[in-house]
């Protein structure tokens, strides 16, 4: 990483019992990323409780589908018509 470079919007998923990766390396590296990040493109880091490498678990399937999809939406700049 680049200190002062523009990077894209990013979102890091991560589990907190992960076995394979350890949970701790998705904070560091969105910390660092959010230290160098040179613009205003967000980078976000979601943590799913109790949720391995697979990430989620199926009681959170829904709620981390949620995210990403409003994470997508906004960073694509959509927005929801009220009137109809």
Not at 41 to 57: I, K, N
Not at 71 to 76: G, I, P, R, Y
Request: with cysteine; net charge negative; proline share 5%.
């Amino acid at each position: 990483m680049h200190e002062g470079t523009c990077y894209p919007a990013t979102i890091l998923l991560t589990g907190d019992h992960d076995d394979r990766v350890v949970p701790c390396h998705s904070y560091k590296f969105a910390a660092a990323l959010q230290a160098a990040q040179g613009c205003e493109h967000p980078v976000l880091l979601r943590v799913a409780g109790d949720a391995s490498h697979s990430y989620a678990s199926e009681s959170g399937e829904n709620s981390e589908l949620s995210d990403l999809w409003a994470f997508v939406a906004f960073q694509l700049g959509l927005r929801i018509n009220p009137s109809r």
